[in-house]
């Protein structure tokens, strides 16, 4: 049997929820909850692929439903359209605030409805590609032993493979938004490094083949590191960021 994309409707008004269910189930499977913490059980249990989510709910607004979901790693990237009657663009900047992906106005238009979970689903299934084909080519990194990042124009921390985490003792997302100088180059090697690095994302310079510079440990531990770094570029030749590969020396002795 070919698999239904989960659509979770959620509104503390059983009729609603029925109707739009009534729109959805042809082509999908079709998910009710009447509050808030019943669609934040539903999400862990259900594993939706969207979620249309009433804002005005008694217990649980759907504001606060979407800040829990758009914080959390697991279901940052959840769709989430946000049904309401409310038309004011404050409400709708509330909405944009906390992470909601699309707006359907009450009452729901069977068209536009069928029309956004559409879209949204097809962005979302590209999204997963990417992201899975990312996790592939993470795993050939950590495969290769190398500690692997990847910086963006402000050197700030946009990827670590696994490898990295676990030689420097950091969790999966805990380094990314981070500094990469401040996180984890000695404070006697920061300047220098943060030098060499602007050289190279202004063009002015060229990174070296390779350098060695330590790295300090979330436990504060410095390890050796031979570093072979490479400026990324994106079609048009403009300078991206920065990809550091790392070879950890103190294996060597």
Not at 12 to 18: N, P
Not at 107 to 112: G, S
Not at 146 to 166: E, R, S
Not at 195 to 200: K, L, P
Request: with cysteine; glycine share 8%.
């Amino acid at each position: 049997m070919q698999y239904q994309d989960k659509v979770l409707i959620v509104d503390d008004e059983q009729a609603i929820v029925e109707l739009m269910g009534l729109y959805l189930k042809s082509d999908y499977e079709v998910i009710p909850a009447y509050s808030g913490q019943e669609a934040l059980d539903k999400v862990k249990s259900e594993k939706p692929d969207i979620i249309l989510l009433d804002v005005m709910m008694p217990d649980m607004n759907g504001y606060e439903v979407c800040r829990v979901l758009k914080t959390s790693v697991e279901t940052q990237f959840l769709p989430v359209v946000m049904v309401t009657a409310l038309s004011g663009k404050d409400d709708r900047i509330k909405g944009i605030e906390v992470g909601a992906d699309e707006f359907l106005g009450k009452p729901v238009n069977r068209l536009e409805l069928v029309t956004r979970v559409k879209s949204l689903l097809r962005m979302k299934h590209l999204q997963d590609k990417i992201l899975a084909e990312r996790n592939e080519a993470m795993n050939y990194l950590d495969i290769a032993g190398f500690i692997i990042f990847v910086l963006d124009v402000d050197m700030m921390i946009n990827l670590v493979n696994a490898k990295g985490n676990d030689i420097l003792g950091y969790g999966e997302f805990e380094l990314i938004g981070n500094d990469f100088s401040k996180s984890i180059v000695p404070e006697n090697l920061r300047s220098e490094v943060r030098h060499r690095f602007e050289g190279a994302l202004k063009g002015e310079s060229e990174l070296p083949e390779f350098i060695e510079h330590s790295v300090v440990t979330k436990e504060g531990k410095e390890i050796p590191v031979r570093w072979y770094d490479v400026v990324l570029k994106d079609v048009d030749g403009n300078i991206t960021g920065i990809l550091c590969s790392g070879e950890d020396l103190s294996k060597f002795k």
